[in-house]
């Protein structure tokens, strides 16, 4: 049992410094949902259950612009398919019937899935929810305080709060490109970044992440 907590704790420790940026992410999140015309608690509940930054601005941004909810909600879909890489290497590490992998499953982001990865392509289960949870958390935490607090637009450009989520990815692809232990995932990394650096300079974000997937599909299917 005290095993046990020392790995949630341990999980949950090496998520807060990722925490502290999510937290200023989920801020950017909330300016943009109130200012969309959204109320605290429905940008509070679209991200406690959403949980993904990126699909959530895009359905935002597509409602706000006039769209409706079926082109909110492909636009966020798209920008989740990197998740269907990410659940299929992290499956064997859930417990239980379909159920309750569903519900953990929900508690899978890149920076609790680089969290959860050991050197040999294994997951931690307990590291995952741990630092899941804590990420949760600095995430709905954050969309509140930007959706009831005085920070506005104008704020989060001025403290740069709009260029958190290219910092955590680049933090979460660093370890990949420099481990001697993971010397076959070296290469897929740098191509899938220069494809989406490529990509998203040509306004083609959207193509950068599917590229992507596919480029871990491939890799993923060749080192089984």
């Not at 269907?84 to 417990?95: C, D, E, K, Q, S």
């Not at 959207?206 to 890799?219: E, F, K, R, S």
Request: hydrophobic share 55%.
């Amino acid at each position: 049992m005290a095993g046990r907590r020392a790995a949630y704790g341990a999980g949950a420790r090496a998520a807060l410094p990722f925490t502290v940026a999510v937290f200023a992410f989920g801020i950017s999140f909330g300016v943009l949902a109130k200012g969309s015309g959204f109320s605290a608690l429905a940008a509070t509940t679209l991200s406690g259950l959403v949980f993904v930054g990126s699909s959530q601005f895009a359905a935002v941004s597509v409602l706000a612009s006039g769209g409706g909810w079926v082109a909110a909600a492909l636009a966020g879909t798209l920008l989740n398919l990197r998740y269907l890489v990410m659940g299929f290497a992290i499956l064997p590490a859930l417990r239980g019937g379909r159920a309750r992998r569903a519900v953990e499953s929900q508690l899978v982001i890149e920076e609790s899935w680089a969290i959860a990865s050991d050197a040999d392509g294994r997951f931690d289960r307990v590291r995952l929810l741990s630092s899941g949870a804590v990420l949760w958390l600095g995430w709905v935490a954050g969309t509140v305080a930007g959706a009831l607090g005085p920070i506005t637009a104008v704020h989060v450009t001025r403290y740069g709060l709009d260029v958190v989520s290219p910092v955590l990815f680049f933090l979460l692809l660093a370890p990949h490109t420099g481990s001697a232990g993971r010397r076959g995932r070296r290469p897929v990394a740098l191509v899938a970044a220069a494809g989406a650096l490529l990509l998203t300079g040509a306004g083609l974000p959207d193509a950068a992440i599917a590229v992507a997937c596919l480029l871990a599909l491939v890799a993923t299917w060749r080192a089984r």
